[in-house]
T-cell receptor, first 112, second 113 residues
Framework: EAGVAQSPRYKIIEKRQSVAFWCNPI?????LYWYQQILGQGPKLLIQ????????DSQLPKDRFSAERLKGVDSTLKIQPAKLEDSAVYLC??????????FGEGSWLTVV | AQSVTQPDIHITVSEGASLELRCNYS??????LFWYVQSPGQGLQLLLK??????LVQGIKGFEAEFKRSQSSFNLRKPSVHWSDAAEYFC???????????FGTGTRLQVFP
């Protein structure tokens, strides 16, 4: 079974530029998550989708971050404009139901 | 408040030695508990999970964890550590009716030959 796919794996951008990350969840998983993991910290939930609807985006900085999940499958997370403090790993994860969450390998963002 | 505490930021052990990583949680309902491992440059891999039943759960790579409700703990153990176990380990808590996980800050494991 294929895992959660993410791209790009690594990205370096200058502050105030924009960036987009793509995620393809495990086939059949209705729930999709984006987590932010800053160096030295545990992952923090940014947004959770159930099919193509948003369940929780309470910790998403909506002035600069946006996410969508069209057709209830793939998802895109965008940051515009990026700040230095956005340097982190952006982890996509998916879940069929019942609490077990499976993570992708992450997209590593450095803002300079 | 819901939280997870991993009191050890960094642990160093010799290869072949036993390992115990500590995890304490605060959760207002019946907790679901998880341990994930993150190797350098990689995402998080699920090691094991506890939902209910036997409080000693077995996971992949020879790891086990014991749920102790009275102590609000879910410590991870391995009887003999291998050099390839060097990684960051995260404890997480979720609950019935929610699939949102709250993570601890992680414990970095270093293994000496």
């Amino acid at each position: 079974e294929a895992g959660v796919a993410q791209s790009p794996r690594y990205k370096i951008i200058e502050k105030r530029q924009s960036v987009a990350f793509w995620c393809n969840p495990i086939s059949g998983h209705a729930t999709l998550y984006w987590y932010q993991q800053i160096l030295g910290q545990g992952p923090k939930l940014l947004i959770q989708f159930q099919n193509n609807g948003v369940v929780d985006d309470s910790q998403l900085p909506k002035d600069r971050f946006s996410a969508e999940r069209l057709k209830g499958v793939d998802s895109t997370l965008k940051i515009q404009p990026a700040k230095l403090e956005d340097s982190a790993v952006y982890l996509c994860a998916s879940s069929p139901s019942g609490n077990t969450i499976y993570f992708g390998e992450g997209s590593w963002l450095t803002v300079v | 408040a819901q939280s997870v505490t991993q009191p050890d930021i960094h642990i160093t052990v010799s290869e072949g030695a036993s390992l115990e990583l500590r995890c304490n949680y605060s959760y207002g309902a019946t907790p679901y508990l998880f341990w994930y491992v993150q190797s350098p440059g990689q995402g998080l891999q699920l090691l094991l999970k506890y939902f209910s039943g036997d409080t000693l759960v077995q996971g992949i790579k020879g790891f086990e964890a014991e749920f102790k409700r009275s102590q609000s703990s879910f410590n991870l153990r391995k009887p003999s550590v291998h050099w390839s176990d060097a990684a960051e380990y995260f404890c997480a808590v979720g609950g019935v009716g929610t699939d949102k996980l709250i993570f601890g800050t992680g414990t970095r494991l270093q293994v000496f030959p």
